[in-house]
């Protein structure tokens, strides 16, 4: 399984942003997590296929994790963005209990 992602960047805090993993391979889950500096990595969405997607209480309402099989390409659309959402974000999938990572994407909000 390789993970592809890409999509982050500056932008100011109440903006919008998209960001894409693109999948290679076989996966269960499909999944972002979030890492600031001196923090452990954090779970964002995650969405297991045939099921409901799973939020990160701060981020409820305003994040939306989504997939299109097609594309075998998921995303995380983030509205409403803050100062603290902050963070190098990393896609995760899973197969058959095997965590896959991606290289860290930065997304920075300014205030």
């Known amino acids: 399984v390789q993970l592809q992602a890409s999509g982050g960047g500056l932008v100011q805090a109440g903006g919008s942003m998209r960001l894409s993993c693109e999948v290679s391979g076989s996966i269960n889950a499909i999944g972002w997590f979030r890492q600031t500096p001196g923090k452990q990595r954090a779970m964002v969405a995650t969405l297991f296929l045939g099921g409901t997607p799973t939020y990160a209480d701060s981020v409820k309402g305003r994040f939306t994790i989504s997939r299109d099989n097609a594309k075998n390409t998921a995303y995380l659309q983030m509205n409403g963005l803050r100062p603290e959402d902050t963070a190098v974000y990393y896609c995760?999938?899973?197969?058959?209990?095997?965590?896959?990572w991606g290289q860290g994407t930065l997304v920075t909000v300014s205030s």
């Open positions: 995760y999938a899973n197969y058959y209990h095997t965590d896959y």
